[in-house]
């Protein structure tokens, strides 16, 4: 019974020693500029026209080029434009928030 406690007591400290390392913890002023972060891409994906949004959102779901073009029914160089023009567009709305930090 001795040796059963042993061995289950080992197996124990090695699932222990497996576990990952959690992250460190953030700072209240990190969290705080990350929320900003969140905040102002939030504000200025709102703000996107109709066709840019459609990329973004597709493109954060995961999907690559094509199964955009697929899902919206237009060419993949379309959605590329598209992808570059939105970017460009995130791009100039975040200077503000970007200048600040």
């Given at each position: 019974e001795a040796a059963n406690r042993q061995r289950g007591d080992?197996?124990?400290?090695?699932a222990v020693a497996a576990l990952p390392e959690p992250p460190p913890c953030a700072s209240a002023?990190?969290?705080l500029e990350g929320a900003e972060l969140t905040s102002a891409l939030g504000t200025a994906v709102a703000n996107l026209p109709p066709a840019l949004a459609e990329v973004y959102?597709?493109?954060?779901?995961?999907?690559r080029y094509e199964e955009i073009a697929a899902v919206a029914r237009v060419p993949?160089?379309?959605i590329k434009s598209r992808a570059h023009a939105l970017v460009a567009r995130l791009q100039q709305e975040l200077v503000p928030w970007i200048a600040k930090t």
């Open positions: 080992r197996r124990r400290l090695r002023e990190a969290a959102h597709l493109r954060v779901s995961g999907l993949v160089g379309t």
